[in-house]
């Protein structure tokens, strides 16, 4: 179980020290590189840790979210997830027992938001310690449907919710679908970055470099994902 005033710790298998509490950190990489896979481990290592964990996906269903999820965190608890689903494919309510709120298309910042806010709040009432971590997933996928300069402030919006509540966010996003000045733009909103490419090492599951945070390893470190 983690203490209220602990930063947020993380696998093993990650190189990674203990982020501090309140903080937002843009992930990185490529489509094949794995970026992805290590946003979603940076929330459900809170699986292991009492913590809550919410995503915002806005690619994939609740129920194929939650199957990503369980082939790194199998006995991933699903009373102490969330999923915002802006996807628009999804048919019928979960019956997975996640707590999910649907929004019907990725352009609804405003409605995301307010479900995110409402899901937070019920997460953080009932997780040891209101400790509870955020994955977005992606900011490509909405930058495909809003203007940089709205994207920029919902996701600002939320980093400012995860940082007043103590907890820690991880947003996803792949820097070659996109020109180098939008990526500055967004990288701005986070406190910190972590870069993630693909390695030649058959031992490893890809390279990540940690940049603007703290008391982290310093150039590019092979990780295994958990």
């Known amino acids: 179980m983690s203490d209220a005033s602990e930063?947020?710790?993380?696998?093993?298998?990650?190189?990674?020290?203990?982020?501090a509490l309140g903080t937002t950190v843009l992930v990185a990489g490529s489509a094949?590189?794995?970026?992805?896979?290590?946003?979603?481990?940076?929330?459900?290592?809170?699986?292991?840790?009492?913590?809550?964990?919410?995503?915002?996906?806005t690619n994939e269903t609740a129920e194929k979210l939650l199957a990503a999820c369980q082939r790194t965190t199998s006995s991933i608890d699903t009373a102490r997830l969330g999923i915002i689903d802006c996807s628009g494919q999804a048919i019928e309510p979960s019956d997975t027992g996640m707590r999910v709120k649907y929004v019907s298309?990725?352009?609804?910042?405003?409605?995301?938001?307010?479900?995110?806010?409402?899901?937070y709040q019920a997460l953080y009432?009932?997780?040891?310690?209101?400790r509870v971590?955020?994955?977005?997933l992606s900011l490509?996928?909405?930058?495909?449907?809003?203007?940089?300069?709205q994207l920029f402030q919902f996701a600002h919006t939320l980093s400012g919710r995860i940082s007043s509540a103590d907890g820690i966010g991880a947003f996803y996003i792949d820097p070659?679908?996109?020109?180098?000045?939008?990526?500055?733009?967004?990288?701005?909103?986070?406190?910190?970055?972590?870069?993630?490419?693909?390695?030649d090492d058959a031992d490893a599951d890809?390279?990540?470099?940690?940049?603007?945070?703290?008391?982290?390893?310093?150039?590019?470190?092979p990780f295994t994902l958990p």
Not at 209 to 221: A, E, I, N
């Open 105 to 119: 298309t990725q352009r609804d910042l405003t409605g995301i938001g307010m479900k995110y806010s409402a899901l």
């Open 133 to 136: 971590r955020t994955g977005l």
């Open 140 to 149: 490509s996928s909405l930058l495909m449907y809003v203007d940089l300069r």
């Open 32 to 57: 094949l590189s794995g970026a992805e896979d290590v946003t979603r481990a940076l929330v459900t290592e809170g699986n292991s840790r009492d913590e809550g964990m919410l995503f915002v996906s």
């Open 176 to 199: 070659t679908a996109h020109d180098t000045a939008s990526v500055n733009t967004l990288t701005q909103l986070a406190d910190g970055r972590i870069d993630i490419r693909e390695t």
């Open 7 to 19: 930063p947020y710790r993380f696998a093993d298998e990650l190189p990674l020290n203990p982020i």
């Open 206 to 221: 890809g390279e990540l470099r940690v940049r603007k945070l703290p008391d982290q390893p310093d150039g590019w470190q």
């Open 125 to 130: 009432a009932d997780t040891a310690d209101g």
